[in-house]
């Protein structure tokens, strides 16, 4: 079991910089592949980014390539999604997820934070 803790979301103007953080509880954090997702108003949740258990691969959704990164700190149980050059179309709420694979794409995750507002203003 693990709990999951998001922050870092708030309002920022077309072009700008956030960073996501996601805080995890548990001993096994490292055995655990990470991902964000996000849902829009209206639209269905979907995968943005995920992480393998030792940061060895990352996988992102078309439209972030370039722009976001994914990545974690084992020592400190935390993933990080750092995303620049943010556009209108990022607006939602960002949740992270974790699950017991190696394989950090965006098949079934179990666990899930409550998530992060994300706001990108034209």
């Known amino acids: 079991q693990v709990q999951l803790v998001e922050s870092g979301g708030g309002t920022v103007q077309a072009g700008g910089s956030l960073r996501l953080s996601c805080a995890a509880s548990?001993?096994?954090?490292?055995?655990?592949?990470m991902g964000w997702f996000r849902q829009a108003p209206g639209k269905e949740r979907e995968f943005v980014a995920g992480?393998?258990?030792?940061?060895?691969?990352?996988y992102y959704t078309e439209s972030v390539k370039g722009r976001f990164t994914i990545s974690r700190d084992n020592a400190k149980n935390t993933v990080y999604l750092q995303m620049n050059s943010l556009e209108p179309a990022d607006t939602a709420v960002y949740y992270c997820?974790?699950?017991?694979?190696?394989?950090?794409?965006?098949?079934?995750?179990?666990?899930w934070g409550q998530g992060t507002q994300v706001t990108v203003s034209s």
């Open positions: 992480i393998s258990p030792r940061g060895i691969s990352t």
């Open positions: 997820a974790a699950k017991i694979s190696v394989y950090a794409g965006k098949s079934p995750y179990d666990y």
């Open positions: 548990g001993r096994t954090f490292s055995s655990y592949s």
